[in-house]
């Protein structure tokens, strides 16, 4: 199986960038998020203490936590679906996949034995990515519990804040490339970033 890997933080463009990879080079496209409320029900049933803590706490209890625990936490939880993710990417019959998702931490990726041209990272700006949030029409729904969900918001984007720059942080450790989306780059232009990396386009 051969597989490229798209990792990073929310609201950079990984699914945009996945899905035209996908499309343009006859990709079969592996979306991590689709499944992780499955993998955390798994996780929970397996006695993973993140996981039954996610499954556990109401919107309030999630997000008015401060930024730096939900940070920790996040990263936390990614590490132990990883091989939910892994065992769910191996069953895939296709014979070439882009694989996306925040799930693929890199230094998960170095661990399994992922090399540098084959992973790329994107992440997004503060600026932009508090600016694309606050356009998305679903995220009242997800705060419409909490007792103050401007708080909760700022909560929310200073925890995403925190995870790019650790992304940043593990692919330099790494030595993986990481992307950053403030709004200059098109689509377009971003494909072609993207599939260079991988050397898609020669």
């Known amino acids: 199986m051969n597989v490229y890997f798209i990792g990073g933080s929310p609201c950079s463009g990984k699914s945009t960038a996945a899905g035209a990879l996908a499309e343009t ?3 079969a496209y592996f979306k991590a998020d689709d499944y992780l409320e499955e993998f ?6 397996a006695g993973l203490p993140v996981c039954r803590e996610i499954q556990r706490m109401t919107a309030e209890e999630t997000w008015m936590r401060p930024p730096q625990v939900q940070c920790r936490e996040e990263l936390a939880y990614y590490r132990e679906v990883f091989p939910f993710v892994m065992e769910k990417l191996a069953a895939l019959s296709a014979p070439c996949i882009v694989a996306e998702g925040a799930a693929f931490l890199p230094d998960l990726m170095q661990a399994h034995g992922i090399g540098a041209d084959r992973y790329i990272a994107i992440v997004p700006s503060r600026d932009f990515q508090f600016s694309r949030y606050r356009q998305r029409p679903w995220v009242p729904q997800v705060l419409q519990d909490c007792s103050d969900p401007d708080a909760a918001f700022v909560n929310w984007m200073e925890r995403d804040a925190l995870f790019a720059l650790e992304i940043r942080r593990q692919c330099e450790a790494a030595g993986f490339t990481c992307l950053l ?3 200059s780059t098109t ?3 971003r494909l072609a970033q993207v599939a260079a990396h991988f050397r898609l386009n020669g």
């Open 25 to 27: 080079y006859g990709l």
């Open 40 to 45: 955390t029900a798994r996780g929970a049933a």
């Open 181 to 183: 989306t403030d709004g």
């Open 187 to 189: 689509p377009e232009e």
